[in-house]
Nanobody, 125 residues
Framework: QLHLVESGGGLVQPGGSLRLSCVAS????????VGWFRQAPGKEREGVSC???????YDVDSVKGRFTISRDNAKNTVYLQMNSLKPEDTATYYC???????????????????WGQGTQVTVSS
């Protein structure tokens, strides 16, 4: 059973940076696509970025050029580097894993069967 734990959230000023980590245990992330999702109070969960097990990435338009997803398979960890943060990026961020040989998506969560507990990101001056 894959177990995911996020970390790295916190309070940051607009324009600042944070790096989130998603560490997997119980199994390796081989053959898994990993996605980052976020949910702000009163809003629906939305996808942010995903990465295939081979390292191809996808970002939604709102974070393109600011967020970078990456993975270190040796450490069983996926990262989300967030730069130029905006107040609208404030949310709880979750990572999730989907056993998927090809591609990744943040538009359909049905395949994601392992989720972390979330880490809070607050962007405020």
């Amino acid at each position: 059973q894959l177990h995911l734990v996020e970390s790295g959230g916190g309070l940051v000023q607009p324009g600042g940076s944070l790096r989130l980590s998603c560490v997997a245990s119980g199994s390796t992330l081989d053959d898994y696509a990993v996605g980052w999702f976020r949910q702000a109070p009163g809003k629906e969960r939305e996808g942010v970025s995903c990465i295939t097990w081979r390292g191809s990435t996808y970002d939604v338009d709102s974070v393109k050029g600011r967020f970078t997803i990456s993975r270190d398979n040796a450490k069983n960890t996926v990262y989300l580097q967030m730069n130029s943060l905006k107040p609208e990026d404030t949310a709880t961020y979750y990572c999730a894993a989907e056993r998927r040989p090809i591609g990744c998506t943040v538009m359909d969560v049905r395949g994601y069967d392992s989720w972390g507990q979330g880490t809070q990101v607050t962007v405020s001056s």
